[in-house]
């Protein structure tokens, strides 16, 4: 194994939207890189984007729309105030 393996093994261990085996289900897992949850890895759970799946799970997602849409406090943004 070669370096440029190794280190692309070492970052797909550490990353935070990883997957994992469940014995209990026997299915494939994703964790959701909004809420830290596991859940299986299957459009009830997960939106499609491309050739693979978002990194939100579709709790978050609805969540993240419905607090956006019923006023929510925003975000400041990092360039100050007045920017969107």
Known sequence: MDINTAKKKKKNMTDPTMKRWSEDLQCIEKRCALCGDYWPLDPEFW??????????????????????????????????????
Do not use: D, F, M
């Open 47 to 84: 939106h499609r984007k491309g050739n693979g799946w978002h990194s939100y799970c579709k709790a978050c997602v609805t969540l993240r729309c419905y607090e956006l849409r019923h006023g929510a406090p925003r975000i400041q943004s990092r360039r100050g105030p007045g920017h969107i």
